[in-house]
């Protein structure tokens, strides 16, 4: 009996593979970097929570990984435009708010502006980026407009709120429209600040 115990022992053990984690894992961010995870089946990232903004803008590095290639069910859904990262002006994102948002549609992960002016939702397309290299991204504020920057692409949207600086909450990746993220997606972020 004994024996036959250090012989199972052995075969599950054997079985046993070892997981070599890189720099690009989902489990292991790259240097310098927080991941955001939106787990399966999930619209919100593990680390979203109410936290005050305040500034004139915010900027941020992000890498993207092979988790952003997804499928929708709904094949109209492919081009729902997920959200990045960004700011409410106030308490409702759906009022006033301005965040880069992304979806991988046409062969292509394609990054975009996305802001509501007095609940008027407004995006455009700002670039699309390949998976692996390190992105820089800002939002700015001017007094009717958001900037939002991708390397030295820019994109203007309408900002109705009259202030010299924002006063809202931060907003965290976050996966669709109508449907959930369909596998986990890890989103890379470093440097967030305004």
Not at 116 to 136: C, K, L, Q, W
Not at 137 to 147: P, Q, R
Request: aromatic letters at 12%; hydrophobic letters at 35%.
């Amino acid at each position: 009996m004994k024996n036959l115990l250090i012989v199972l022992q052995l075969l599950l053990l054997a079985g046993c593979q070892k997981e070599t984690l890189t720099e690009s894992s989902p489990l292991i961010p790259p240097t310098g970097f927080i991941t955001y995870s939106i787990l399966k089946g999930s619209h919100f990232s593990d680390k979203s929570s109410i936290k005050v903004f305040t500034g004139t803008g915010l900027s941020f590095n992000v890498k993207f990984d092979s988790s952003a290639i997804y499928q929708t069910i709904d094949p109209a859904n492919q081009y729902d435009i997920n959200k990045l990262c960004g700011f409410t002006e106030g308490n409702n994102n759906h009022i006033n708010s301005a965040r880069i948002g992304w979806s991988w549609n046409d062969g292509a992960l394609r990054l975009y502006a996305y802001a509501y002016a007095d609940g008027t939702r407004n995006t455009a397309e700002i670039t699309s980026v390949a998976i692996g290299p390190v992105i820089h991204v800002s939002i700015g504020i001017t007094a009717t407009e958001y900037v939002f920057t991708i390397d030295d692409k820019k994109v203007f949207l309408p900002r109705t709120v009259k202030d010299t600086v924002v006063n809202g909450y931060w907003q965290y990746p976050y996966f669709g429209g109508d449907e959930v993220a369909p596998h986990h997606i890890y989103v890379h972020l470093k440097n967030l600040s305004n």
